[in-house]
């Protein structure tokens, strides 16, 4: 939250701010606003996307990167990034907050980053492995995907279960 050093003043609710500007002016705004919003969005395809880490906490882990097969070299490359957050407790279960981030000459660019939140999910024999549901912005054509994570001393290995999103 950030401050001032003018008096503060209350914020005029959407009725307040019709009744000072026209009607008309607002439905702009407001058009505008939401056109903002949305063209980010518009060349995407969200997925659920179901990640194991087996050593969350340990690992100290930072997020996940989205890898795809190349069709053409049978490779595979990095499509989007999943940078983690903080954990919370939200109703009684512990959640994630994530950030999508999307690849651009191989280095993380916020797509308009909207933080999103991922119940954790942790098995009961082995605390350290979690399971989360992530939304993930596809950019790219459909295809096969695999995942790495990542911390500050580097990278897992490719997973070895893959999907098609």
Not at 83 to 92: I, S, V
Not at 134 to 146: V, W
């Amino acid at each position: 939250m950030q401050t001032s050093k003018r008096a503060a003043r209350p914020v005029p609710a959407v009725e307040e701010v019709a009744s000072h500007m026209g009607k008309s002016l607002l439905r702009a705004v407001s058009t505008l606003a939401l056109a903002f919003l949305v063209l980010p969005l518009v060349a995407c395809e969200s997925k659920d996307v179901v990640v194991r880490i087996p050593d969350f906490d340990s690992a100290q882990v930072d997020g996940v990167w989205v890898w795809r097969l190349d069709d053409a070299t049978g490779q595979w490359v990095k499509d989007g990034q999943i940078d983690f957050g903080q954990l919370l407790l939200a109703g009684g279960r512990e959640q994630l907050e994530y950030e999508n981030l999307g690849v651009a000459g191989g280095s993380a660019e916020t797509q308009e980053g909207v933080a999103l939140r991922a119940d954790v999910l942790r098995d009961p024999l082995n605390p350290d492995q979690v399971t989360v549901e992530l939304i993930y912005f596809r950019m790219s054509d459909p295809g096969e995907f695999r995942v790495t994570t990542y911390n500050d001393a580097g990278e897992s290995p490719l997973s070895l279960e893959s999907a098609l999103l």
